[in-house]
C-alpha cells in the first residue's frame, strides 16, 4: 500500500509500522511525491490535510509531525459504539485520527505531562484519559486498527492480510517465595514475636509447623501453577525478585540454597524473568546486580522483566532497561485498575517520545493482576470473572494477546487470600 504524507517523521514511521504493518498486517511505502501518489495504480491512501480528488483520504492532526510534548486538546466522543478523540470533520471518511490516537495511547505521551503521582509517585489510572473517558477496558488501538482493515477491504477487494492470531500468557511474579522458610533468623523471630504480641495465634502456630517441617509453606504453590500450566498448556513467566532486604523488596535472599534451586526448577520448564526491585528505580546500578544474579543461577542471559510494583516512570524506567540489554518487558498495565493502560493488547515498541526514537524495547501490556483485584478494587471471588471476562472477550475480538498478573500466594488460600485459590483457573479456563 502507498501512502501520501506531507512530510515523514519518526513519530509517524512508528505510528504506521505498528497500526499498518503489525496490527492491521499489510506492508505499505511512503511518499511526500504528488505526481508518484496520483499515478499509482494500486492500494493508497492520502494522510494529510488536504484531499487531492476521490482517494481514500483520511485528515492528519499535527501531533505525529511535531517534535515537542505539549499538553493536547483532546475531546473524546461515540462514533459507532467506539470512543474516538483527535477529532477530524464529520465529511471525512473517519471523523478521528486514528494514527495520532494510537500514538497518543502507546508513547503514553500523558505520562510525559504533569500529573498528580499515587504514593509510590506513580502514574495511575485515574490520571489517564481512557480511565476518566471511559475506555479503560477497550483495547482502542487494535479496534482502530480493525476499523482500518474494514476500511481497505471495502476500498481494495485484491488487498492480502497478514492474519494475527488470539494468544494467552499467564505470567507470575514471585514476591515472596514462601510465607516462613528461608527468611533467616532476625526476621523469623521478629514475626514470631509480632503473631504473639498481637495474640494471632493461628499465624504463629502455622509458622512453627512449616519451619519444624510438619506442614507445607502456604506460598509454595509451584506444584499446583505447573499443574495447571500443563493442564491448560499455557505459556508461563515467572518473574523473580532478587533485590536486596529493603521496605517494599522483601523476597528470600539469593544466597539461600533452596531458593536457587527453587528458581532453577522453575526455569527448567517455564521462561523467567527479572523483577527489578523497587530500590532499583532510585538506584538503577542495582538493577545490573539484581540480572545478573538471576542470570548466574539459571546460566543463561536474561532478556525479560517487570517492574516491582509496576513501578515504571518515562522515559527512565525503560531506558535503564535498555541499558542492561532486556528486550521484553511486561510491567505496562495499571495497580488501582484492570483494563489497557496503553489502550492496545498487542506487543509494540517503546518509543522514546524525549529523544523522538522507537527503541528495541517490546512492550507486552497486561490486563489484570490478581492484587488489583482484591486490595484496590476490593472485588470478592465470586465476582471476578465478571471483570476479567470482559477484557478477554475484548482482547479475543481483535486478535490480540491476553495477558494476566498473578502472584504465588494468591492462589494458596492464606489470608488474605481466603476464597481465592480456584479464582486463578477460573480466569485460565476462559482466557486459554
Known sequence: MLIYVNSI??????????????????????????????????????????????????????????????????????????????????????PFDPFAASFYMVSRYEEYLPFNADKFSRFDAPESLAFQKGFLGKPIVNIYAKILKKIFTENFADLKFRERKYTFISTIDIDNAWAYKEKGLVRT??????????????????????????????????????????????????????????????????SKKRFQALIKSIADYSEVGIHPSFESNQKPERLL????????????????????????????????????????????????????????????????????????????????????????????????MSYVGPLIKEVKAVNGTFIALWHNESISGRKPWEGWQDVYEDVLKAAH
Open 9 to 94: 517523521t519518526n513519530r509517524l514511521r512508528y505510528t504506521l509500522d505498528l497500526l499498518i504493518k503489525d496490527l492491521v498486517g499489510i506492508d505499505y511505502e511512503l511518499t511526500s511525491e504528488v505526481d508518484v501518489f496520483s499515478f499509482f495504480t494500486g492500494p493508497k491512501f492520502n494522510y494529510s490535510k488536504q484531499a487531492f480528488g476521490e482517494e481514500l483520504f483520511f485528515y492528519a492532526t499535527d501531533l505525529l509531525f511535531e517534535k515537542k510534548i505539549h499538553k493536547q486538546d483532546i475531546a473524546v466522543f461515540e462514533w459507532n459504539d467506539t470512543k474516538v478523540f483527535f477529532a477530524t470533520h464529520p465529511k471525512y471518511i473517519l
Open 189 to 254: 523471630c521478629g514475626a514470631l514475636l509480632r503473631s504473639l504480641s498481637a495474640f494471632d495465634f493461628d499465624t504463629f502456630f502455622e509458622r512453627v509447623s512449616v519451619l519444624l517441617g510438619n506442614k507445607k509453606d502456604p506460598y509454595d504453590t509451584y506444584d499446583k501453577l505447573s499443574e495447571l500450566s500443563n493442564k491448560y498448556n499455557l505459556k508461563s513467566i515467572y518473574f523473580f525478585l532478587l533485590g536486596d532486604y529493603a521496605e517494599n523488596d522483601k523476597n528470600v535472599s539469593i
Open 289 to 384: 546486580l539484581e540480572q545478573s544474579r538471576l542470570a548466574k543461577t539459571v546460566n543463561r542471559d536474561i532478556t525479560k522483566s517487570r517492574q516491582h510494583f509496576l513501578k515504571l516512570s518515562f522515559p527512565s524506567t525503560y531506558r535503564n532497561l535498555l541499558a542492561v540489554d532486556i528486550k521484553d518487558d511486561y510491567t505496562m498495565g495499571f495497580s488501582a485498575e484492570v483494563g489497557f493502560r496503553a489502550g492496545i493488547c498487542s506487543p509494540f515498541y517503546f518509543y522514546d517520545l524525549e529523544r523522538e526514537t522507537e527503541t528495541h524495547l517490546l512492550i507486552h501490556p497486561f490486563a489484570v493482576m490478581d492484587a488489583t483485584l482484591r486490595y484496590y478494587m476490593k472485588i470478592e471471588p465470586p465476582e471476578v
